[in-house]
């Protein structure tokens, strides 16, 4: 009785701490279910807020935000959480999918990006804070170039202290305090496979999906493939971790420098854009299509050129040597 709110001990924490400014919730340690439990809520949150008609529409692209103590004591399982969390989204869409005729997210991938802060919006980050933001696409913290004109973009964020969420503009320089660590980001390929109805039952309604169990994530920091690459002209050579699916390979220059999967090349002899490498999920296999005027060879045999817009994809072998234009040597080699 004594603990009731209205007890003793609640008029004591109410002459310390007006009730307006009582917390709605106590602090809570910062578990990795914890984590797994924000991004699942506001996962859930964006399915009814996004979706439309028939489309279900839903966040895809998440940061976490954590203090540095935190994001240090919880970094080793962020992996897990990020397939447990998928594995959760997953359920979450069958659940909701006979409310709408089809899934359609504008992402291609689940995408997860762990920070550790002190400060975020204005806030201060505490140890027992778990900050989520998600976004339909397109959330690229600390690419804003200096002298430029803040870009923003809308976001899901809830608001502290409650189980509200609501739609923000974000000015992506608020994420300037923010360490995002490379170990900290992961990417999950969408797998909406449709099964087969079994036991007499019939098949879902047209365009609607069901969801395959999500693989284990890989680490942006361990990368898909790495290109090593010699530039004769500069007598220089370096290696590009490929991170993304797809990255284009192109001449260095001042207006492609903010794209992340771009392989950027200092040479004249290098078109703007020279080639694509993509990894093709379908085959599990590397492809490569050049769209460079100049001779583009892989292992001495030509790529013949093709539009940007309609690539012609040729099979890409591991250990490939790739030669743009005879001038510039690139060693292809995908990790295990």
């Known amino acids: 009785m004594a603990n009731q709110p209205g007890g003793w001990l609640g008029k004591l924490s109410n002459l310390i701490i007006p009730s307006s400014q009582t917390d709605t919730s106590p602090a809570t340690t910062v578990t990795n279910k914890r984590i797994l439990d924000e991004l699942v809520a506001s996962f859930d949150d964006s399915i009814q807020r996004e979706s439309v008609g028939s489309s279900m529409l839903f966040n895809a692209h998440f940061l976490i935000v954590l203090h540095p103590d935190t994001y240090e004591n919880r970094q080793n399982a ?3 959480v990020v397939n447990e969390a998928v594995q959760a989204f997953n359920a979450v869409i069958d659940m909701h999918k006979s409310e709408y005729g089809r899934v359609s997210p504008v992402a291609s991938s689940w995408f997860f990006k762990f920070g550790a802060g ?3 919006g204005g806030e201060t980050v505490s140890p027992t804070d778990v900050k989520v933001i998600g976004a339909l696409t397109g959330i690229l913290p600390g690419n804003v170039q200096a002298n430029s004109a803040p870009e923003r973009v809308n976001v899901t964020r809830r608001v502290k202290q409650t189980n509200r969420y609501e739609k923000v503009d974000v000015d992506l320089s608020t994420f300037q305090h923010i360490d995002f660590r490379e170990p900290g980001a992961f990417v999950v390929k969408f797998n909406f496979n449709a099964a087969a109805p079994s036991n007499g039952q019939t098949s879902a309604a047209p365009g609607a999906t069901k969801i395959a169990p999500a693989a284990l994530p890989r680490s942006l920091d361990a990368g898909l493939a790495h290109v090593s690459y ?22 260095k220059e001042s207006d492609n420098q903010h794209f992340p999967n771009y392989l950027l090349l200092e040479s004249a002899y290098v078109s703007n854009p020279h080639a694509r490498i993509r ?5 599990h296999s590397f492809q490569i299509a050049s769209f460079s005027r100049n001779e583009t060879r892989v292992n001495e045999q030509l790529i013949p050129r093709s539009e940007p817009a309609s690539p012609q994809w040729f099979d ?14 690139l060693h292809f080699q995908r990790n295990a």
């Open 78 to 80: 962020f992996p897990v």
């Open 118 to 120: 002190r400060e975020f």
């Open 230 to 251: 010699y530039i004769a002209e500069l007598n220089k050579e370096d290696t590009y971790l490929m991170r993304d699916r797809e990255i284009i390979i192109a001449r």
């Open 279 to 283: 990894y093709n999920d379908s085959t």
């Open 316 to 329: 890409l072998s591991d250990k490939a040597q790739i030669l743009l234009n005879s001038m510039v040597t």
